[in-house]
């Protein structure tokens, strides 16, 4: 479980492909705290630890067509760089929302524009959303716990505070780049249970 206030930023390393899956190696700056097994968010995507190579200060994850398919990992390269945050505490504040690391679909940018000191940016859908979107609402943009509003059928807005802008990837993203994109869990359930019953 993660609150969608991304920790750090990291680079990927290496990229290895094995049959339909792909290990990615990255640096970390809080390296010396990652242990094998452990839960990191990586733009959002819940991976885990899988290898430590020490002598390098990296770690490896590893994804699976699924992960691959339904998020924007095959587009890293070496040098991409990663917003990382690793899984809350019981006793951490809760800054952001509920973010699971789940991934629902990707989007991409739209449009950046500068607002006084500010980012506005507009994510687009190729397809409908999976999810629902409500104005003022929250969701997972690259693992980053965002506020939307302005939400069109296939498109909405985000405001970026400069922190934000300059401590996440955010500030690397290009008009056409793809994001990933997790809809609030709360609202997915309420989707859900309001089908069935709709349903009897």
């Not at 067509?65 to 587009?75: A, G, P, Q, V, Y």
């Not at 951490?92 to 989007?107: E, F, K, N, S």
């Not at 449009?111 to 609402?137: C, M, Q, W």
């Not at 955010?170 to 349903?199: C, P, Q």
């Amino acid at each position: 479980m993660f609150t969608g206030i991304v920790e750090a930023t990291g680079k990927v390393v290496k990229i290895e492909a094995e049959g339909t899956n792909k290990h990615f190696w990255l640096s970390a700056p809080f390296f010396d705290d990652i242990r094998i097994d452990q839960s990191i968010a990586h733009n959002g995507v819940c991976l885990t630890v899988a290898d430590l190579d020490r002598d390098n200060e990296l770690y490896k994850v590893t994804a699976i067509k699924e992960t691959l398919e339904r998020s924007n990992l095959n587009d890293w390269q070496p040098e991409s760089e990663i917003n990382l945050e690793r899984s809350m505490r019981v006793n951490d504040r809760l800054d952001g929302h509920i973010v699971q690391g789940h991934v629902d679909q990707t989007a991409y940018v739209k449009n950046i524009r500068e607002e006084n000191g500010s980012y506005v940016f507009t994510f687009a859908f190729d397809e409908e959303p999976l999810h629902v979107l409500i104005e003022k609402g929250s969701c997972a943009v690259n693992g980053v716990s965002l506020t939307v509003f302005n939400i069109r059928e296939r498109s909405f807005d985000v405001a970026i505070i400069p922190f934000t802008y300059e401590h996440t990837n955010f500030h690397a993203l290009k008009t056409g780049d793809r994001v990933n994109i997790e809809f609030d869990m709360i609202g997915k359930y309420i989707e859900k249970l309001s089908e069935t019953y709709l349903k009897k």
